[in-house]
């Protein structure tokens, strides 16, 4: 009886998690890297994060993420710091 259990519990556990793949049921199709800004190059992106570290603007994001409070320009050095790893990652840089 234990097996019976188990079995019809994987049985409804995998039924219930195929549908999570997607409402439309088509696979997941990746749109590709994004173009990055005119006269940007991941390079150039890159160099402004460094800069961005060295300032420690990820320990900003951090206190940020987490409720804590920032100055105006704190909040833009975040905010700079968050853009610009958008377009790091998206236009797949770090691959």
Request: charged fraction near 20%.
């Amino acid at each position: 009886m234990r097996g019976f259990i188990a079995i019809v519990t994987v049985a409804a556990l995998s039924t219930l998690l195929q549908g999570c793949g997607g409402a439309s049921g088509k696979s997941y199709q990746d749109p590709g890297p994004r173009a990055l800004p005119s006269g940007e190059s991941c390079d150039s992106i890159r160099g402004q994060l460094n800069r961005l570290d060295s300032k420690g603007v990820p320990a900003q994001v951090e206190r940020a993420s987490s409720g804590g409070s920032l100055s105006a320009g704190q909040r833009a050095d975040v905010d700079r710091y968050n853009q610009l790893l958008n377009q790091y990652l998206g236009a797949r840089c770090h691959v």
